[in-house]
């Protein structure tokens, strides 16, 4: 039973030490402010919901329309899935959306979302501003099937936000799946999601 026990032990070492989403910065390096607690209110104000941009530079010549079908302002920065039925009029332009942004101090960010001006949700997230600029907002997601590293695997991803040089919004998203059968392990997809949104005062 005991080495039932260090087994687990070093099971969810493993999980919390080997499978970890990485952020990086060179899709965007040259396009966002360095960001400190001098000009932290930078973060306030109002951005769209849909992207503007992707950042891809293997994929430069992207479709930013499909990608407002899956991707916006509110799910992306708060991890949440929730599910919008009129995304065909919200594309269309004929129902509005968009979110607001607060920060409170360097360690609290308040959002909220309206639709057409109306509030219907808000949250408050709790993350870090960290030196090269960029606020990492601590709602990291884990989720881990099976039993890890023997006969399953784990899905994570995280986040952090940036002010573009034109005084957009950026949102950061590091993914990444990993799985193995009897500690052989193999890579799912891992991957940087970069999107910019527009300020919209």
Not at 28 to 36: G, L, Q, R, S, V
Not at 99 to 122: A, D, H, M, W
Not at 129 to 143: I, S, T, V
Request: aromatic letters at 14%; one cysteine or more.
């Amino acid at each position: 039973m005991k080495k039932i026990i260090q087994i687990f032990i070093l099971l969810l070492i493993s999980v919390s030490l080997l499978n970890c989403a990485s952020f990086s910065t060179k899709d965007f390096k040259n396009d966002y402010t360095t960001i400190d607690n001098k000009n932290l209110d930078s973060f306030n104000g109002k951005f769209t919901f849909s992207p503007i941009k992707k950042f891809d530079k293997k994929n430069q010549h992207s479709n930013i329309e499909n990608s407002k079908k899956y991707i916006n302002s509110y799910n992306y920065i708060t991890n949440e899935s929730l599910k919008f039925e009129d995304i065909d009029s919200i594309i269309n332009g004929l129902v509005n959306y968009h979110i607001e942004l607060k920060i409170s101090n360097n360690t609290q960010l308040n959002v909220e979302l309206f639709r057409n001006n109306y509030s219907i949700k808000k949250q408050q997230i709790m993350g870090e501003l960290k030196k090269e600029g960029m606020f990492y907002l601590d709602n990291k997601y884990l989720k881990c099937t099976g039993i890890p590293y023997l006969f399953g695997g784990c899905n994570n991803n995280k986040r952090r936000i940036a002010i573009s040089k034109n005084n957009n919004l950026i949102i950061n998203e590091a993914v990444d799946n990993t799985g193995a059968f009897l500690f052989l392990f193999w890579a799912g997809p891992s991957y940087n999601g970069i999107y910019e949104f527009k300020r919209l005062d």
